[in-house]
């Protein structure tokens, strides 16, 4: 089992940063504190430069094979992911689910998010309509049994038939997430009274608002019960619709994502492809959303950790956790990336 102190750095817990230190012992973190570090710890020792050490980045909506996926983003903090297959035919999809993706290199994958199975094919934007399914209990409890209980979000456009249904039946096996919506205010009110807590990269691919038709967004907004994802490139989102959010929605209900597409093999149009990293999704929370710099990190480590119900391990920098760990400097570039207690990259 390997030790390594991670020392002189800025360290970002849930309610504050402090100077001090971390020690890993094999996967978890086993003590942390103030100050430079009892001289007794013994290991490899990572020498953080006066930079901030975070909680590792958890990116519940990016797109590609899990292999690539894995050792390119850890390079820019994220430590592990969801990962999301969007619209395509069922075989491919039982293909991914089966994998067997525990020993790869890099960010852990948690699991799967299906962003396109069962969605309103006239708002599959950037998806391939084509491949979008009525939604069937029976398909999806086969394809979380093929998964063997890794897929954790599965969205749905509340307006198509048998969209509540499905959520009624499946919402304690998995997270229903509205998107690629054109629902009523009303319907979508329903669906998340029916259960659907989660909604998939808000704006995107949403009926807009409207004052009299206040639609998906309206219900989303209105309703803290719900978790609402947004790519914060200012590409796919402006930096006003963040700063509306963030006065709408409890701080520990916004997810950020990359929905990134670059290890996809999927063609889009330009204008809808991301190539966010989550480094720069917190970054820009932080420049142009104005939160304090422990806040927006929580947006990318403890909220989607709770979203997806694994903060007991994941999440936060806490003796007892998952050591995943990132350091990053004063503009947010990645300069070292731990996985479960290995260093995975390191300037
Ligand atoms: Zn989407």
């Known amino acids: 089992m390997s030790n390594i102190l991670i020392k002189n750095g ?9 100077r001090g230190w971390l020690f890993v012992r094999g996967k978890k973190i086993v003590r ?7 001289k007794s710890l013994k290991g490899d020792t990572i020498d953080a430069k006066g930079r901030f050490i975070s909680p590792g980045f958890i990116d519940l909506h990016i797109h590609g094979a899990p292999e690539e996926i894995s050792r390119r983003f ?29 020993r790869l290199d890099g960010a852990k994958v948690l699991g799967f998010h299906l962003e396109g199975q069962y969605i309103n094919p006239r708002m599959s934007k950037a998806q391939d309509g084509r491949f979008a399914r009525r939604p069937d209990i029976a398909e999806l409890k086969r394809l979380i049994e093929i998964s063997k209980g890794r897929v954790k979000i599965v969205a749905v456009s509340p307006e198509i038939k048998g969209a509540l249904e499905l959520i009624k039946t499946l919402k304690d096996k998995v997270l229903f997430s509205l998107g690629h919506t054109s629902a009523l205010f009303e319907e979508a009110e329903i669906a998340i009274n029916s259960g659907a807590r989660y909604a998939g990269h808000i704006f995107n691919a949403f009926e807009p608002f409207h004052h009299r038709n206040p639609g998906p967004i309206g219900a989303i907004l209105t309703d803290d019960r719900v978790y609402a994802e947004i790519i914060l490139d200012l590409i796919h989102t402006h930096a006003a619709a963040f700063e509306l959010l963030l006065k709408c929605k409890p701080l520990d209900k916004i997810i950020l994502v990359t929905d990134n597409t670059q290890e996809s093999k999927f063609k889009r149009k330009k204008a809808l492809k991301s190539s966010l990293t989550m480094e720069r999704a917190v970054a820009h929370a932080h420049v142009f959303g104005g939160l304090k710099i422990e806040d927006a990190v929580k947006l990318a480590t403890i909220n989607p950790a709770r979203a997806i119900g694994i903060d007991r391990k994941k999440g936060s920098l806490k003796v007892g956790k998952d050591a995943d760990i990132v350091i990053f400097d004063s503009k947010f570039r990645t300069k070292a990336t731990i996985v479960e207690g290995k260093i995975v990259c390191a300037e």
Not at 32 to 38: D, I, R, S, V
Not at 81 to 99: R, T
């Open 74 to 102: 850890a390079k820019s903090g994220t430590t592990s992911f969801l990962a999301s297959i969007e619209a395509m035919e069922l075989g491919k999809v039982k293909k991914i689910l089966s994998g067997d993706y525990s």
């Open 32 to 38: 942390m504190g103030a100050g430079e570090g009892p």
């Open 10 to 18: 800025k360290v970002v817990t849930l309610d504050r940063i402090f």
